[in-house]
């Protein structure tokens, strides 16, 4: 298990202060996948950094597996209920037990993938014939045998971030900390690895801590998600009930940039003819989640209230295996109707929103 405990980070720069990372506090249970979201500058980076302490938190305590309670204060780390200071070779032996994948793979440009990836082993006493196992285990791990021998250069995006990968795992970390790191990749490559770390995940019990600025990805693979801004968690909670019910305007966002419904935002705004509504019409936006979808609650309405339902725009999708969608439409009907309506969806686990009225 991963416990973060108001973390904090600040970087002085001659304009001010930036407040990096504020008051986080985060637990990640062993073998999640656990997205962590933002826009540029949220202060994701930081925070994962503050996990293998590359950057050195100002404050706040660190639980990582068995290593811990790490204690932070004005810069300086210390271990244990009794705070001693923690001496560099215990720093690196906890920066072990973490790997750590990045967008730009920073692989040895002169080194072959097999050098790649042997490089972390070199200095950990391993003899060459047991490094040589190992490199050939994580070759086959990541799929990239018939590559031992090319360099980074000869290599796709896709297959520099498997060498990346193959190095971040070969002292057999509990933990691997993902830095954008399918945000250099066309979609093709960005779906490979995603599912080579799904499957890592579910055959190692990996656990993996994965930040990025891509809605679509923490769909992709996450069970929990952390949203980010301006340096603090805002909302956490598992996939589903996060994307299905977002309480922030942050998540809001994140939530319309991966969904075909916020369209109606633009037609809108472009006063298109899609969404005008004329006297005793209503469009509103429906959102269903795993209580109500598979429900009749469309013919249903119409039937017992005696409105009609026009479909402007409408996207279902599965997310954890519970499906998770909307309807964005024009209701018609006696006003007193349309509210009766829209009052009993809402009863039903259909959230409501009136968009227009005519
Ligand atoms: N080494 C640094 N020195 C000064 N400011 C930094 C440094 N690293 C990050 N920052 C600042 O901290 C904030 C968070 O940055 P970062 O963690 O990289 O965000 P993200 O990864 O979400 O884009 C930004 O305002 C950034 O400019
Ligand atoms: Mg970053």
């Known amino acids: 298990m991963i416990e973060i405990s108001h973390l904090n980070k600040t970087f002085a720069l001659k304009e001010g202060v930036v407040d990096a990372v504020h008051d986080v506090s985060l637990t990640i249970q062993d073998g999640d996948i656990y997205g962590v979201i933002g826009y540029s500058g949220a202060g994701k980076s930081t925070l994962v950094r503050c996990l293998n302490l590359l950057e050195m938190p100002d404050s706040g305590t660190l639980q990582i597996n068995k290593t811990g309670p790490l204690t932070m204060e004005n810069g300086k780390v210390y271990y244990g209920a009794n705070k001693t200071p923690m001496r560099e070779k215990q720093l690196n032996q906890m920066r072990r037990s973490i790997g750590m994948i990045f967008q730009h793979f920073n692989l040895l ?76 990749l066309d979609p093709e490559a960005t779906e490979s690895i995603l599912s080579l770390l799904r499957s890592l995940n579910e055959k190692l019990g990996l656990t993996i801590v994965l930040i990025t600025h891509e809605m679509a990805v923490i769909k992709a693979i996450c069970r929990h998600v952390a949203v980010m801004e301006e340096g603090r968690v805002v909302e956490t909670g598992n996939v589903y009930d996060v994307f299905a019910h977002p309480k922030e305007n942050i998540t809001r966002r994140f939530v319309a940039s991966a969904n075909a ?98």
């Open 109 to 184: 440009d002169r080194s072959t993938v097999f050098d790649n990836i042997a490089y972390p082993l070199k200095y950990s006493g391993m003899s060459r014939a047991d490094i040589r196992t190992r490199v050939f285990e994580l070759l086959e791990l990541v799929d990239l045998m018939d590559k031992k021998d090319a360099y980074p250069s000869q290599l796709s995006g896709g297959q520099k971030q498997r060498v990346a990968i193959a190095r971040a795992l070969a002292n057999r970390p509990k933990v691997l900390l993902s830095d954008e790191a399918t945000s250099a």
């Open 261 to 358: 419904l916020s369209r109606v935002d633009k037609l809108l705004k472009d006063d298109s003819q899609l969404v005008s509504v004329g006297k005793g019409e209503t469009l509103i936006r429906m959102t269903f989640s795993k209580d109500s979808v598979g429900d009749a609650v469309i013919s249903q309405i119409s039937r017992d209230f005696n409105v009609s339902l026009n479909i402007v725009l409408a996207s279902v999708e599965v997310l954890e295996g519970a499906p998770l969608g909307g309807m964005v439409s024009i209701i018609k009907g006696d006003p007193k109707d349309v509210t009766n309506a829209l009052n009993w969806l809402k009863d039903h686990f259909v959230e409501v929103e009136v968009l227009k009225r005519g």
